[in-house]
């Protein structure tokens, strides 16, 4: 059985799963992209129908609640898709003898070190939402499948989705003022080469958790800078300390001061190093460019 004969993308209306499914069929395979509106993952009677209905040898879970700061008053919605739904869908894979991917989060680290953290690292999620996506590996893990992917992202943006590149260069168009945290560090990472990555390990033969990334490190503050230059755009754009946003956002999430993800394992197992932030940024640009967000 070749794992590609029958794949099920969950979260197929998102931006990653809109990229897993365009690869997926540039490589002359038919995947089956539900959308949320199609799949609640939530309900274990609508997965289990979906299950016996496309009898997957693939799935590819990129359905979450990805809404940091709303997880921090949806806290049970959170841990039922985040979580519990992860252990479901992994206990029909194992059933089913299929493999998993699931796609998890920087945010279950806390920050607390200064170098890009190994997927060996101590775990302690500071929000809402990385503790319900800690809970979703604790319960993949619990309900392991013969062969599944733990693949921890970070900073994810591109097409079909809301995401922070998209949100500041709107606001910029419409004459917004912007104001981004300058003292959180991450790696924001391109839904195409996130995509391409996880095939990629896949193909190699990978199993268990892959930590994957664009390479290099910024802020939000910078990363904000490029996208408008990269759209040629001018905005009115201030810093401000995570400190102080909290002031002004009180019920916003705490989000880790540092959460670079070490890809040194990735590189070896793929045979090849993800591409710099910046030029995976100026592809999202042309890729808007030719058909819009």
């Avoid at 998209?166 to 990472?189: C, E, H, I, W, Y």
């Avoid at 080469?193 to 939000?220: E, K, M, P, R, Y």
């Avoid at 490029?226 to 705490?254: C, D, G, Y």
Wanted: contains cysteine; hydrophobic residues 40%.
């Amino acid at each position: 059985m070749n794992i590609y004969d029958s794949i099920l993308i969950t979260g197929g209306g998102g931006m990653l799963g809109h990229a897993l499914a365009d690869l997926l069929v540039s490589r002359g395979h038919r995947p089956v992209a539900l959308t949320r509106n199609q799949l609640d993952i939530a309900d274990p009677s609508a997965l289990k129908k979906v299950f016996a209905a496309h009898n997957p040898t693939l799935v590819l879970n990129c359905a979450a609640h990805t809404k940091v700061d709303l997880c921090e008053q949806e806290r049970k919605k959170a841990d039922d898709i985040n979580g519990y739904a992860v252990g479901n869908i992994a206990s029909l894979c194992r059933s089913a003898g299929a493999g998993l991917v699931h796609v998890s989060t920087d945010f279950v680290f806390d920050g607390s070190l200064r170098r890009p953290y190994l997927v060996t690292d101590p775990v302690n999620p500071l929000s809402a939402y990385g503790k319900s996506k800690l809970l979703g590996e604790q319960e993949l893990q619990k309900n392991a499948p013969r062969r599944w992917l733990i693949v921890r992202a970070a900073w994810v943006y591109g097409l079909h989705g809301a995401n922070f590149p998209r949100a500041m260069v709107q606001a910029a168009q419409a004459g917004k003022p912007l104001t981004v945290v300058n003292d959180q560090f991450g790696s924001p990472t391109y839904t195409v080469d996130l995509a391409a990555a996880i095939l990629d390990l896949l193909d190699s033969g990978a199993s268990g958790f892959w930590h994957v990334t664009n390479s290099g490190q910024t802020t939000w503050y910078d990363f904000a800078k490029a996208a408008l230059e990269v759209f040629n755009l001018r905005a009115e754009i201030s810093s401000i300390s995570s400190a102080n946003w909290a002031q002004k956002r009180p019920t916003s999430a705490v989000r880790p001061g540092y959460s670079v993800l070490d890809l040194e394992a990735l590189h070896r197992q793929i045979g090849r190093s993800m591409r710099p932030w910046r030029d995976a940024l100026g592809d999202f640009h042309r890729a808007v460019e030719a058909g819009g967000f």
